[in-house]
């Protein structure tokens, strides 16, 4: 009894407490408040080279821009994990991932936290987005949301050299429609649409996690066993 009520009082006190968290639509009002000065970032990338670049390109954006420091807490190669999330958490900021994603733990942990993960494929991008949200000048955006995740099992390479993958489905749910990341150690293969899912014989339209299913990309046929297929979409979200 002790204890639970020991933990109420915990969970009643995290309640009452203002959320430390913000993305990188919240810096430039946050500025405007007399709020941060301080843009800390989580680094993640596919390669060394990778993270070389993009680190370079983001200590020379922070010399020439006054409205905020950027300063990078940590870096690293491969996908986006757990232990980042919570360095962005305790050190209330953002993480970027260079041509990587996040794991499914990793996602599930920044949804919780709110953590803000931005995704990028091009250096210029990157850098130009992080200096208009420094500058308060954020266009409207379209976000991404994750349905699923699902790993190849097996490989099936058919007559016509179409690759089917055998897959496993992680979490969530993977869908007919979505969009699809091909992922190798957290690095980004192919990003592509789903031109067949099937369960047994049958076309089906979703597979939820713990089921198995059949998959055919479109355009990509250098699917390996032990490659993570991330399924996602589209939306558009209107800046406040």
């Avoid at 690293?76 to 993480?95: F, K, M, W, Y």
């Avoid at 957290?186 to 713990?210: H, L, Q, Y």
């Amino acid at each position: 009894r002790d204890i639970a009520e020991q933990r109420a009082r915990q969970q009643q006190a995290e309640s009452l407490m203002p959320s430390s968290r913000f993305n990188l639509d919240d810096i430039y009002s946050q500025m405007q408040e007399g709020g941060t000065k301080e843009l800390p970032i989580v680094l993640k990338a596919d390669t060394q080279g990778s993270l070389g670049a993009v680190q370079g390109s983001l200590a020379k954006l922070s010399e020439r821009t006054d409205a905020a420091k950027i300063t990078i807490v940590h870096t690293g190669t491969g996908a986006i994990n757990e232990s980042d999330v919570h360095l962005a958490v305790a050190s209330r900021g953002i993480i970027i991932g260079f041509n990587v994603r996040p794991d499914p733990a990793a996602k599930r942990a920044a949804d919780a936290d709110n953590v803000d993960i931005r995704f990028y494929n091009v250096i210029y991008n990157l850098t130009d987005e992080v200096e208009a949200a420094m500058k308060g000048l954020l266009d409207p955006e379209k976000r991404e949301a994750t349905d699923g995740y699902a790993e190849v099992r097996e490989i099936f390479r058919l007559p016509n050299r179409i690759v089917v993958a055998g897959l496993y489905v992680l979490d969530g749910k993977i869908t007919r429609n979505s969009r699809v990341r091909v992922l190798r150690n957290g690095a980004v293969m192919s990003d592509t649409t789903v031109s067949s899912m099937k369960r047994f014989k049958d076309d089906v339209r979703e597979v939820a996690a713990g089921y198995e299913c059949g998959v055919s990309l479109d355009g990509y046929n250098e699917l390996e066993e032990g490659d993570q297929l991330e399924f996602y979409r589209i939306e558009e979200v209107a800046r406040t």
